[in-house]
């Protein structure tokens, strides 16, 4: 059996294919950095038992692309990697990903470079040259699935896998599909659990601009198959999280996002870092020390500013530039006492950079100019690779560090400068870091600075040239315990660590079915449909409550809509046909609409919540009594008030009405009573009530859906409803608690509610519930049911849930008094998608599979499930499809046919235990 491993998955593999001596071409670990270096460490620590074990991880392996090494061809170097892939698996624990040249230069450079990242550093193109097409993103899909092929291969049960950066955004939802399918059935019931990390090394953009690529929604449900999601910033993961809402109609809690499948998706903010010991180790070698002697002496009595920056737009090195040009005109006392060291990386050949080059190297020559003289230069630009120990000597005689990035972006130069300051020695730099950094927010001693203002950098700058030595110290402190503590080791333990809790705990509800083992809350398991078939066809007397909205038709951004689909209706029929059942469809809308969609079916209707009812025309179905309702709307209430603060606090009506409901409420049930003449078979459970309270709730949403562009007000028989699934998902999400709290106060003072739904506000009287009509359903019955499934979609149906594991409780009850008298009774409540809060003890993946589950039902016992396990494809196999397969986890628990159980009950799920993260 294997080990359980981690696999790394990043673009390219951090390896370097060169001639060695005798010319042969040999493979080179690469000098890595930052995390991707702490990976490593942590990898090879692990296999050689020479680091603290990680829990759920004995070994590793590295997949990603073969590096191009500068004067290969890709030809050459994939040639170079195909020909050893035992070698490298075997020596070296890397797996390579081999696509052809297309593409690989589509992804690369047409898709990363051209259109992602740009976007994610604000540097969306929006002109003519934007150079997204449909073939190269085809070609970028392409290569997600030979990363998840060779995943794949590798792969097995218990194994986590860590995937890197933006360029591979849409492998979690890749490899997650393809794996489900490729797994074995036993590995499926027992484990069907896949641990995927992602990390996100770029800023992620906020939510008016990542929605411009053309790509939105592929790139975040690509995200969204990851079990655990890490950002550099509490910026960059709240910007994802708002994105997800607006573009997927996802909401959010600090748990993570709940996806359609069932999962919750956890995200975390795990800020960059490095390692230091390799920057301690340099400053104590005799090089580095020589080096620092050698540059002390060539500008001593002179102050020392270094900067180090990437080559790119977002760096900003031109405006540093003209920044220190601006501080020098500024603070002229400066001049020829400080020198100013702009590091880079080597200009490429040609490229798409030139004119900022160009524009470097006159900003550079006119500072030296107009500043310079014979025997001193205030610039120096070294556009180079940099030996390390120069490198380190450089940082270590700086007394000002200048790090200001345009926008949000990771760069490593602030940590290294606060590594190399020997505060031992009394060295105690000052770091001048934009406001933009990432490192801004972890690194409270820097001066923080906005870049795009020059005169304020250039005061700054000189602030921290003449900054007095206790606050120097005071703030090089502060910034050395968090870079020495908060290593890139730490960081990739932690999300390691992190990802292995999360993932279990977010999952518990997957479990196999037992005992509580804590009290809490409930988590619903996968609906298992063979489960649900066999106790069918074996009970005698059926309920099925069915939710219209969100179960049995998917929800549309305009409720008007919703219509039922022909297959729906002949599913119902069908079901319907069947004397064994009472079915009834469950809806918030009102009794016109359930006429005009679903009332020529055989089957009963409850519209508004359980206001009104059309019972089920069946030879036994109940029918019921009114519910007494009383007059409660103040003598001293306008109706016709238009204020918004309907209800002052000093207003009398403060006090309640006086009147209270029978306490013999929906005690008489009649059996085959006649509902009321011109009513269309609805019975009024609100009959006579009085509704004045409309009057004063009506204005209210009438003056939100004013203040909300896109949302609007549904008037029902006996309810209000506001909705805003149109509206900005956002700002109507802000609008809606405003409105919950502007309720709270006005409903205080009348017998109704206000229900939060699926993007709506309702408020209904209280008197009426569907979980009041269930209640009397299960009782009223002179032969019980011994079958109910119940399936909702949103919090308006959890009271029903409720309603039934007390009739169940109460059922068990009478079978202990009567002994085995009583019909036992099998009890599924459903939602449609996991909720982590629902009472529901199952939960299905989606709309459509409620309607797949209902054909199901009616199939010959011996059809296969419509969620049953695929036939398993070899790994060698074809791409699979990318629709998600429901994985059942449920055996059937159905007793032998020799024993007769006192009660047969659709088991319930294990609790999770007190302070676990879900």
């Known amino acids: 059996m294997s080990r359980p491993k981690l696999i790394v998955v990043s673009n390219h593999l951090p390896l370097a294919l060169k001639p060695d001596t005798s010319g042969e071409l040999s493979f080179r670990q690469k000098y890595l950095k930052g995390l991707t270096s702490a990976v490593q460490q942590v990898c090879e620590s692990v296999l050689g038992g020479t680091g603290p074990s990680i829990r759920g991880i004995e070994d590793y392996t590295w997949i990603g692309m073969p590096p191009v090494e500068p004067g290969q061809s890709y030809a050459d170097t994939v040639a170079g990697y195909t020909s050893k892939k035992e070698v490298l698996l075997e020596q070296y624990h890397c797996a390579p990903v081999i696509v052809s040249a297309d593409q690989y230069s589509s992804h690369l450079k047409n898709i990363c470079q051209d259109v992602l990242w740009p976007v994610f550093h604000y540097r969306l193109n929006t002109g003519e040259s934007n150079n997204f097409d449909e073939k190269s993103w085809g070609a970028h899909l392409d290569v997600m699935h030979q990363f998840a092929k060779a995943i794949c291969e590798i792969y097995r049960e218990g194994d986590t896998i860590w995937i890197h950066d933006y360029h591979l955004m849409m492998l979690p939802s890749v490899i997650r599909r393809m794996i489900t399918t490729h797994l074995p059935r036993k590995a499926r019931m027992s484990a069907p659990l896949v641990r995927i990390g992602f990390y996100l090394y770029t800023p992620f953009p906020s939510c008016s601009i990542f929605p411009m690529l053309p790509v939105r929604k592929e790139l975040l449900e690509g995200m969204l198959g990851s079990s655990l999601l890490g950002f550099q910033t509490y910026e960059d993961m709240n910007n994802f999280l708002t994105t997800c809402t607006r573009i997927l109609g996802l909401d959010f809690s600090p748990k993570g996002i709940e996806v359609p499948d069932g999962r919750l998706v956890s995200t975390g903010v795990y800020p960059l870092s490095i390692d230091p010991e390799p920057f301690k180790e340099a400053m104590m070698s005799p090089e580095v020390a020589e080096r620092i002697a050698e540059l002390k002496r060539i500008y001593s009595g002179r102050m020392v500013m270094v900067g180090r920056d990437r080559d790119d737009q977002v760096e900003g090195v031109a405006n540093k530039l003209r920044t220190i040009e601006t501080f020098l005109g500024l603070h002229k006392d400066w001049v020829t006492k400080v020198v100013y060291f702009q590091v880079c990386p080597p200009q490429p050949p040609g490229g798409d950079d030139a004119d900022m080059w160009r524009e470097i190297h006159e900003i550079v020559g006119r500072i030296n100019g107009q500043f310079g003289t014979a025997d001193f230069t205030p610039v120096h630009f070294l556009s180079k690779r940099m030996e390390w120990a120069e490198l380190v000597a450089l940082y270590c005689i700086a007394d000002v560090a200048v790090v200001t990035p345009l926008g949000d972006g990771y760069t490593a130069t602030p940590l290294e400068f606060t590594l190399c300051q020997n505060m031992e020695e009394g060295k105690h730099g000052?770091?001048?870091?934009?406001?933009?950094?990432?490192?801004?927010?972890?690194?409270?001693?820097?001066?923080?600075v906005n870049p795009w203002s020059k005169r304020e950098v250039a005061h700054v700058l000189n602030e921290a040239l003449t900054l007095p030595e206790?606050?120097?110290?005071?703030?090089?402190?502060?910034?050395?315990?968090?870079?020495?503590?908060?290593?890139?080791?730490?960081?990739?333990?932690?999300?390691?660590?992190?990802?292995?809790?999360?993932?279990?705990?977010?999952?518990?509800?997957?479990?196999?079915?037992?005992?509580?083992?804590?009290?809490?809350?409930?988590?619903?398991?996968?609906?298992?449909?063979?489960?649900?078939?066999?106790?069918?066809?074996?009970?005698?007397?059926?309920?099925?409550?069915?939710?219209?909205?969100?179960?049995?038709?998917?929800?549309?951004?305009?409720?008007?809509?919703?219509?039922?689909?022909?297959?729906?209706?002949?599913?119902?029929?069908?079901?319907?046909?069947?004397?064994?059942?009472?079915?009834?469809?469950?809806?918030?809308?009102?009794?016109?609409?359930?006429?005009?969609?679903?009332?020529?079916?055989?089957?009963?209707?409850?519209?508004?919540?359980?206001?009104?009812?059309?019972?089920?025309?069946?030879?036994?179905?109940?029918?019921?009594?009114?519910?007494?309702?009383?007059?409660?709307?103040?003598?001293?209430?306008?109706?016709?008030?238009?204020?918004?603060?309907?209800?002052?606090?000093?207003?009398?009506?403060?006090?309640?009405?006086?009147?209270?409901?029978?306490?013999?409420?929906?005690?008489?049930?009649?059996?085959?009573?006649?509902?009321?003449?011109?009513?269309?078979?609805?019975?009024?459970?609100?009959?006579?009530?009085?509704?004045?309270?409309?009057?004063?709730?009506?204005?209210?949403?009438?003056?939100?859906?004013?203040?909300?562009?896109?949302?609007?007000?549904?008037?029902?028989?006996?309810?209000?409803?506001?909705?805003?699934?149109?509206?900005?998902?956002?700002?109507?999400?802000?609008?809606?608690?405003?409105?919950?709290?502007?309720?709270?106060?006005?409903?205080?003072?009348?017998?109704?509610?206000?229900?939060?739904?699926?993007?709506?506000?309702?408020?209904?009287?209280?008197?009426?519930?569907?979980?009041?009509?269930?209640?009397?359903?299960?009782?009223?019955?002179?032969?019980?049911?011994?079958?109910?499934?119940?399936?909702?979609?949103?919090?308006?149906?959890?009271?029903?849930?409720?309603?039934?594991?007390?009739?169940?409780?109460?059922?068990?009850?009478?079978?202990?008094?009567?002994?085995?008298?009583?019909?036992?009774?099998?009890?599924?409540?459903?939602?449609?998608?996991?909720?982590?809060?629902?009472?529901a003890r199952h939960y299905i993946v989606a709309q459509t599979a409620v309607v797949d589950l209902l054909e199901y039902l009616t199939c010959d016992p011996a059809a296969p499930s419509p969620m049953a396990t695929p036939t398993i494809q070899s790994q060698s196999s074809a791409v699979p499809s990318t629709a998600f397969t429901p994985i059942p986890l449920q055996e059937d628990h159905r007793a032998p046919p020799s024993v007769v159980p006192a009660v047969v009950v659709a088991p319930k799920p294990t609790t999770g235990l007190p302070g676990q993260i879900l």
């Open 470 to 839: 206790d606050e120097r110290r005071a703030k090089q402190y502060a910034n050395y315990q968090y870079v020495s503590n908060y290593t890139t080791l730490s960081l990739t333990k932690t999300f390691l660590s992190e990802l292995s809790v999360r993932v279990d705990a977010n999952h518990s509800g997957w479990r196999r079915s037992g005992p509580p083992v804590a009290e809490g809350p409930t988590h619903s398991v996968l609906l298992d449909p063979s489960q649900v078939a066999a106790t069918y066809r074996d009970s005698g007397r059926r309920l099925l409550l069915l939710n219209y909205d969100g179960a049995l038709c998917s929800i549309t951004r305009q409720p008007h809509l919703a219509t039922p689909s022909t297959r729906m209706l002949g599913l119902l029929e069908l079901l319907a046909s069947d004397r064994k059942n009472d079915i009834y469809l469950v809806s918030g809308r009102d009794r016109a609409t359930m006429d005009k969609w679903v009332g020529s079916l055989p089957v009963g209707l409850i519209s508004e919540h359980g206001c009104f009812l059309k019972p089920c025309p069946s030879s036994v179905a109940p029918t019921f009594s009114p519910i007494p309702f009383f007059s409660t709307t103040p003598s001293n209430v306008s109706p016709t008030s238009s204020s918004v603060n309907v209800v002052p606090q000093s207003s009398p009506m403060m006090q309640p009405a006086q009147a209270e409901l029978s306490p013999t409420l929906f005690d008489n049930l009649n059996i085959g009573a006649t509902p009321t003449q011109g009513s269309g078979g609805w019975q009024d459970m609100l009959r006579n009530a009085d509704i004045g309270w409309l009057d004063v709730i009506t204005p209210v949403l009438e003056h939100y859906t004013e203040r909300t562009p896109g949302s609007f007000i549904e008037r029902k028989d006996a309810s209000l409803v506001w909705h805003y699934r149109l509206a900005d998902a956002e700002f109507s999400a802000f609008q809606a608690q405003e409105l919950l709290l502007q309720l709270q106060s006005v409903v205080a003072k009348f017998p109704v509610e206000v229900i939060l739904g699926r993007r709506a506000i309702e408020v209904k009287p209280k008197a009426a519930s569907t979980s009041a009509l269930v209640k009397k359903m299960m009782g009223a019955m002179d032969t019980p049911y011994d079958f109910v499934l119940c399936i909702g979609d949103d919090k308006t149906d959890e009271d029903t849930f409720s309603a039934l594991e007390e009739a169940e409780a109460a059922r068990l009850v009478e079978i202990t008094r009567q002994g085995f008298n009583a019909a036992p009774l099998c009890l599924y409540t459903c939602t449609v998608r996991k909720r982590s809060n629902s009472v």
């Open 430 to 448: 000052v770091l001048v870091l934009s406001e933009f950094a990432a490192a801004a927010q972890s690194l409270s001693g820097a001066l923080q």
